[in-house]
């Protein structure tokens, strides 16, 4: 071991004249780690918010939809076997999109109506595993067509399985003996699914293909076609790969551009939340200043015996620079500690519970990396080497005629 190091340890376990000087010193140690545990810890739920978030937007929906500008698209299986040629394309599924109103015996609300291709829909969606109650295969319905609701629109309307709903068209109207009246049909709830977000699980609806062409009259027509790919973070390049191979009127949109605003949101709050959080650090380094400062004024006689025995002053530098890393270090690792033993515990037994008519989540999601912890110490490290470099140059530039005068 270095001397230097050796009396920075020395400085650091004697018991001081100045017991106020171990107190800053403790609260330093205190507010390092606090900072870090605060930070990994926030960050952690961020991360897992943003992953969480993204997991069930892409469970509900494809990663990309193909749609063609002004109208419907009549020849879908051709578009989907041009689709299916691109690399980097795992799946295809035609699908019609509609608003709509649900009507029960007990309420009524508005619904987003899609009609799915029931053989393909697994292969672009979560949906078939995310039925709650019913049968997937329902859908295809007896006496009566079925219709599959989110777990909130069955509570709204009050139905459950089995139950009879009405599903009213606002587009076109049908010519009876009493009038114009709105298109409408019955429906038999075939199955209940939970997505895990609110606005899907109280505003959407599905239906067959076959049944919405014929409710909705378009043929063989549908709204667009849903793409399922390789890698998620690859779509805009496969996009441009569909619309050059489909050409104009075609047009593709992915989940990153329907979906920018959220995520930019939710990166600039991370961002915004690190360096928040940053500053209770810089509290802690500034007691670092101060309480070397203090160790300085107090070893004024050992600084000028160590210059008169032939110390240098990049060894009395090294040495408070090294007992304020050691309190940073020390912080940062017990920071580190404390945020994994929190973190560990909230992911297991999520114990904060969040109130879901409030937030699309019922518990606080947690997705540790390790690349936070690794910036997050580099940083608390880094801050509290900056705040030695004062009061150790002070030290350094000490006169050791000043430290002996009075002896």
Request: hydrophobic fraction near 50%; glycine fraction near 8%; proline fraction near 4%.
């Amino acid at each position: 071991m270095k001397y230097e190091t050796f009396i920075s340890l020395r400085y650091l376990r004697s018991k001081r004249r100045e017991s106020f000087i171990s107190v800053i010193t403790l609260i330093s140690v205190a507010g390092v780690t606090l900072g870090v545990m605060a930070l990994i810890i926030v960050l952690s739920v961020m991360r897992g918010f943003e992953n969480d978030l993204k997991g069930k937007i892409l469970g509900m929906n494809a990663h990309m939809i193909v749609m063609r500008s002004g109208g419907i698209i009549r020849q879908p299986e051709k578009v989907m076997a041009e689709i299916k040629k691109v690399p980097g394309v795992r799946g295809a599924s035609p699908f019609i999109y509609s608003q709509a109103m649900l009507s029960s015996p007990f309420a009524a609300t508005g619904i987003v109506l899609r009609g799915i291709d029931t053989r393909t829909i697994g292969d672009v969606t979560m949906l078939p595993k995310i039925l709650k109650k019913g049968s997937f295969s329902g859908l295809k319905g007896g006496d009566l067509p079925g219709i599959l609701v989110g777990t909130e629109l069955a509570r709204t309307l009050g139905v459950r399985v089995h139950s009879i709903v009405r599903v009213i068209s606002p587009q076109g109207v049908t010519v009876t003996p009493a009038g114009n009246l709105p298109r409408f049909r019955r429906f038999r709830v075939a199955g209940i699914f939970e997505s895990g977000m609110y606005d899907y699980d109280s505003s959407f609806a599905y239906i067959s293909l076959k049944i919405a062409r014929q409710f909705f009259r378009l043929g063989k027509g549908v709204t667009g076609v849903e793409v399922k790919v390789k890698d998620i973070y690859a779509v805009g390049k496969i996009g441009k790969a569909i619309r050059k191979r489909l050409k104009f009127p075609y047009f593709t949109r992915d989940w990153m551009t329907m979906n920018r605003n959220l995520f930019s949101a939710l990166k600039l709050e991370r961002i915004t939340m690190f360096i928040i959080l940053t500053l209770i650090v810089w509290v802690a380094a500034f007691n670092i200043v101060s309480s070397l400062i203090m160790v300085v004024m107090e070893k004024n006689k050992d600084i000028a015996i160590l210059k008169s025995m032939g110390a240098t002053n990049r060894s009395v530098m090294r040495i408070f620079m090294q007992e304020g890393l050691i309190v940073g270090i020390f912080g940062t690792f017990l920071g580190s500690f404390f945020a994994f033993i929190a973190c560990s515990l909230l992911k297991k037994y999520q114990f904060i519970k969040l109130p879901t008519d409030v937030y699309y989540i019922a518990t606080l999601p947690v997705q540790m990396s390790w690349f936070d912890f690794v910036a997050i110490s580099l940083s608390a490290i880094g801050i509290c080497f900056l705040a030695t470099l004062y009061p150790a140059r002070q030290a350094a530039n000490l006169p050791p005629v000043e430290g002996l005068r009075n002896e």
